[in-house]
């Protein structure tokens, strides 16, 4: 057998084709494509939420339609994108109306509250091949409109380094639930698993003064990074500065850490700005009635240096998530 490429080395040798170059388009590699049509920029993205995956295999059908399109809407936040439409592709291997209705049902509350109509997609029957169970897959594509849009790249050097909400708290979540950590999973850390919040008014919002934007998916550091490495920066930040939540900060600093720094499933986002905007920024949260953290600032030289909130330096290197990290 070969050897067995990681997600991102997966996307970087076999997908990333050069563009013709007419396409003006901000293309892979960023939360959503930016596709001109005409006078209009649209922002779209596609999200596979799988069976096992994602979700664990006894979870609430009404949450896993709520989610699978929170995710697509935490890429059109990322990009500062007023949602449009969406496309949905279920691949299920067998139907159950019980599972639909909740399901369908989790879906339209999240399409409702965040204005998103449904306008097509594709379902089919999954089988049984070789004895393996045949996989559930849901997909969805999400299409939005921006002026100019957000992307990874664009963040200068001086810029501040900000993130929303609590990260980490799905992580918790996820820990205590599959018993990795001892403890009870409370309603709140469930509830930030299961319905996560796309921070969509906080995308429209940064649209015109960030520089650069990532939601929150495969950890902090890790989208973080990408941010970095496509503005061709480093960054110096300070864990401490990260807003925890009530629930996560019952547990000790070493786990508490790993989950605001390498927790993924957060749908937060980090994001960079200039100093001139702070005061815009935090009088958004205040309005808006959302934490954001202040959590360090971008430099010229690469690299990430992070400290804790006693200035010591964290050597720690957790990496984030990728889909065929174990295979290697
Ligand atoms: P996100 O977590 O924001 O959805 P990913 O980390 O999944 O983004 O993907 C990184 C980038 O690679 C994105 O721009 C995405 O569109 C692109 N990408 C992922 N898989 C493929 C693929 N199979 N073919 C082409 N592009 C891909
Ligand atoms: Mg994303």
């Not at 139907?95 to 509350?109: I, K, P, V």
């Amino acid at each position: 057998m070969g050897p067995r490429p990681s997600e991102f080395e997966i996307i970087d040798r076999y997908f990333s084709w050069a563009l013709p170059s007419k396409w003006h388009t901000q293309g892979i590699g960023d939360d959503c494509a930016l596709v001109d049509i005409g006078a209009t920029r649209v922002a779209v993205t596609t999200d596979t939420t799988a069976i096992g995956t994602h979700y664990l295999p006894d979870a609430d059908p009404l949450t896993v339609g709520y989610k699978a399109l929170a995710v697509n809407l935490s890429d059109l936040a990322a990009a500062g994108a007023a949602p449009r439409a969406f496309f949905l592709a279920l691949s299920l291997p067998s139907s159950n109306a019980e599972w639909l209705d909740a399901f369908s049902r989790g879906l339209h509350e999240a399409a409702t509250q965040f204005s998103c109509p449904l306008l097509g997609g594709d379902t089919t029957k999954t089988v049984m091949v070789n004895g393996e169970a045949a996989a559930a897959t849901i997909t969805i594509t999400a299409i939005g409109e921006v002026c100019r849009g957000l992307t990874r790249g664009g963040a200068q050097a001086g810029d501040d380094v900000w993130v929303s909400g609590t990260p980490g708290d799905a992580y918790a979540a996820l820990m205590l639930r599959t018993g990795t950590w001892q403890g009870l999973c409370d309603s709140y850390l469930a509830s930030r698993m299961d319905k996560p919040t796309p921070r969509v008014a906080l995308g429209q919002f940064l649209e015109p003064i960030a520089s650069a934007a990532a939601d929150i998916s495969d950890g902090l550091i890790q989208d973080l990074g990408h941010i970095l490495s496509r503005s061709g920066l480093g960054a110096e930040i300070n864990a401490g500065a990260i807003a925890v939540s009530e629930s996560l900060a019952k547990f000790p600093q070493e786990k508490r850490l790993k989950a605001q720094l390498a927790g993924g499933d957060d749908y937060e986002l980090i994001f960079t700005a200039p100093k001139s905007v702070r005061n815009d920024i935090e009088a958004f949260a205040r309005q808006a009635g959302l934490v954001l953290s202040r959590i360090g600032q971008t430099k010229k030289e690469m690299g990430l240096t992070l400290t804790d909130a006693d200035g010591r330096i964290i050597h720690e290197t957790w990496s984030g998530f990728d889909h065929f990290k174990s295979d290697n």
